[in-house]
């Protein structure tokens, strides 16, 4: 009995452990990913949107035009992915189906508005920067529709399964936590009946040592100190998982989709001169959002920014001097190259705030056709070049983190698997098959 409880404890324990593991691996953690790509894939769309608006009919952009369409299609295609994915991980979750109805609701509305939009524009042959009436009408639609409902909910679906990724991995750690002792326990009284059994049929019957018995008790040991030692490794691959990758995932899947809604606002900011302040302060907020700079203005942000990279530059182990989603990434640097990674990415961020800095100057200097060609410019110094390079930044930091969170989910599964199962099985039937060898021969006797 003592050695069924040792197996079924170790069982539970270790079993527990990989459908933690697998859960939070092959579950939720890509579920809470894929609904931030949904906020990212959304955020971009309207960023195209906006360039096409801003651009006009003027010929110097036509390339431009057609690159700016194609994108547009491409992230259409991803919402729809990424909706079906959203929409199969919400059911049974109430906010979650009630989130993603809302994106699937609207999200029709929003890409009529958009065509309309277009259509509009093209008929109207407007210059650069100076979208007819009506298609900025339609324009404004449908950025408010997103701004105010599909992006809110995108976001609630990412916090929900980020929600649920957080739950597993506590009640997982508390399971491992108590489930580790539950083993040693159980391996505790297996090994002190065994010694009992020993101590019983060497006092009856005569007989110093009974090998089978002894064997039983040696493998019984090494039996729970291994299964402690799975289930130790397997604590340290579900914090490597959740709170070393996962955690630095989530948050920079986040920081990347504001900041190409980011994008999208010094585009509206160009497009739609009544706006232009409220997207200046759009664009503010979700620069805080990324990096928090408290009291931190327009006009100083890119200062404050470039101070606060050259102090964590000088002294990386000081503490992290700005909050948001790229504070959360530099407080949890774990892997080889991530910190460098995450240098690139300050680096090419302050980059990026400069070159807002220039078009808002060219704007207000009444050079609106060359604040456009600046902000949608991809050569070499012009501000989506740099944001490629940023996106590209934060792209490598996600690599790094991705790949660890898989190969502590793979280390996981290699270690907890079927061949465990099976070895486990064949382990105790063993010690089983022992325990009646050595003990039937003396019960013989006492007969």
């Known amino acids: ?13 270790l079993g527990g452990a990989r459908a933690g593991t697998d859960t939070i691996g092959h579950d939720k953690a890509p579920q809470a990913i894929r609904a931030a790509d949904l906020y990212f894939a959304l955020a971009d769309m309207d960023a195209q949107a906006a360039n096409l608006l801003l651009t006009g009919a003027d010929p110097d952009y036509a390339a431009l035009r057609t690159r700016t369409q194609r994108t547009y299609e491409q992230r259409r295609a991803q919402v729809d992915s990424d909706l079906q994915g959203a929409a199969e991980a919400a059911i049974g979750d109430p906010g979650g189906e009630r989130a993603v109805h ?25 210059p650069a920067g100076r979208p007819s009436g009506d298609a900025l009408t339609a324009y404004r639609q449908a950025t408010d529709l997103l701004r105010q409902q599909l992006l809110p909910a995108a976001d609630q679906v990412t916090a929900t399964n980020a929600a649920a990724v957080d739950h ?15 083993l040693l326990a159980a391996g505790l009284a297996a090994l002190a009946a065994l010694v009992l059994l020993q101590r019983t049929l060497a006092v009856r019957f005569r007989r110093i040592l009974n090998p089978p018995l ?15 030692g799975l289930a130790a490794a397997a604590d340290r691959h579900l914090l490597v998982a959740k709170g070393n990758a996962y955690d630095s995932v ?8 504001v900041a190409y809604d980011m994008n999208a606002d010094e585009s509206r900011y160009l497009t739609d001169p009544t706006r232009a302040a409220a997207y200046e ?32 530059r000088a002294d990386p182990q000081a503490k992290v001097p700005f909050d948001g989603f790229l504070g959360a990434e530099l407080r949890n640097i774990t892997f080889p190259g991530e910190q460098q990674a995450v240098d690139q990415v300050l680096a090419s961020y302050q980059q990026y705030q400069q070159d807002d800095l220039r078009i808002r100057e060219l704007r207000e200097q009444g050079h609106l056709k060359d604040a456009v060609t600046f902000d949608t410019g991809t050569a070499p110094g012009q501000s989506n070049a740099d944001f490629g390079r940023l996106s590209d930044a934060m792209d ?6 991705r790949q660890s969170l898989d190969r502590a989910v793979t280390a996981t599964d290699h270690a907890l698997g079927s061949g465990l199962a099976v070895g486990g099985g064949i382990l ?20």
């Open 281 to 312: 302060q759009s664009y503010l907020d979700k620069s805080q959002s990324l990096a928090r700079l408290g009291g931190a203005t327009l006009a100083d942000y890119d200062t404050r920014l470039g101070a606060a990279h050259a102090a964590h």
């Open 102 to 126: 809302t994106v699937i609701d609207d999200l029709g509305q929003y890409e009529s508005l958009v065509a309309r939009a277009q259509l509009l524009e093209d008929q109207a042959h407007a």
């Open 168 to 182: 597993v991995y506590t009640a997982q750690q508390a399971d491992l936590a108590a489930g580790r002792w539950w």
């Open 396 to 401: 490598q930091v996600l690599a790094i983190n």
């Open 1 to 13: 009995m003592a050695l069924l409880t040792v197996g079924a404890v170790a069982a539970t324990v």
């Open 214 to 228: 002894l064997a039983v008790t040696v493998l019984t040991a090494l039996a729970v100190a291994v299964g402690l």
């Open 428 to 447: 105790l039937a063993g010690a089983l098959a022992l325990t009646v060898l050595g003990v039937r021969p003396r019960l013989r006797e006492y007969r």
């Open 250 to 257: 989530i948050a920079l899947s986040r920081a990347r989709a």
